[in-house]
C-alpha cells in the first residue's frame, strides 16, 4: 500500500463516499492506462483503496460498511459520475 500513502495522506481522514471515490479517481489517473482499462481499474481499487483507509483508520466504520455493500456496476456508475465532474469546466461557485 505504499504506492497509496503519497495520495491518502492528503486528508486526515474521509468522510464522505465521494471523498473515497475522488480518492480512487486520483489514483487511478497516474497510472498509464487509457479509456475503458482506467474504469476498470478504478472499479477493482475502489475496494482495496476503502480496505487501506478503514486499516488507517481514515474512514469511519459507518462509511466502510458503505463502501463494502457496493456493486461493481454501482462503483463504475460513481467513478464515472466523478470523472464526469472532473470534466466540467463551468465554475460551480
Given at each position: 500500500m505504499d504506492k497509496f500513502d503519497n495520495f491518502i495522506s492528503k486528508h486526515d481522514n474521509y468522510n464522505t463516499i465521494l471523498s473515497v471515490f475522488n480518492l480512487v479517481c486520483e489514483i487511478t489517473e497516474k497510472e498509464k492506462m487509457t479509456g475503458s482499462d482506467k474504469l476498470i481499474?478504478?472499479?477493482?481499487?475502489?475496494?482495496?483503496?476503502?480496505?487501506?483507509?478503514?486499516?488507517?483508520?481514515?474512514?469511519?466504520?459507518?462509511?466502510?460498511?458503505?463502501?463494502?455493500?457496493?456493486?461493481?456496476?454501482?462503483?463504475?456508475?460513481?467513478?464515472?459520475?466523478?470523472?464526469?465532474?472532473?470534466?466540467?469546466t463551468v465554475p460551480i461557485l
Amino acid at each position: 500500500m505504499d504506492k497509496f500513502d503519497n495520495f491518502i495522506s492528503k486528508h486526515d481522514n474521509y468522510n464522505t463516499i465521494l471523498s473515497v471515490f475522488n480518492l480512487v479517481c486520483e489514483i487511478t489517473e497516474k497510472e498509464k492506462m487509457t479509456g475503458s482499462d482506467k474504469l476498470i481499474y478504478a472499479t477493482q481499487m475502489f475496494h482495496v483503496v476503502a480496505k487501506e483507509l478503514h486499516r488507517q483508520e481514515k474512514i469511519s466504520e459507518e462509511l466502510w460498511e458503505q463502501c463494502e455493500k457496493l456493486s461493481e456496476n454501482e462503483i463504475q456508475s460513481y467513478v464515472t459520475d466523478v470523472i464526469d465532474l472532473w470534466n466540467k469546466t463551468v465554475p460551480i461557485l
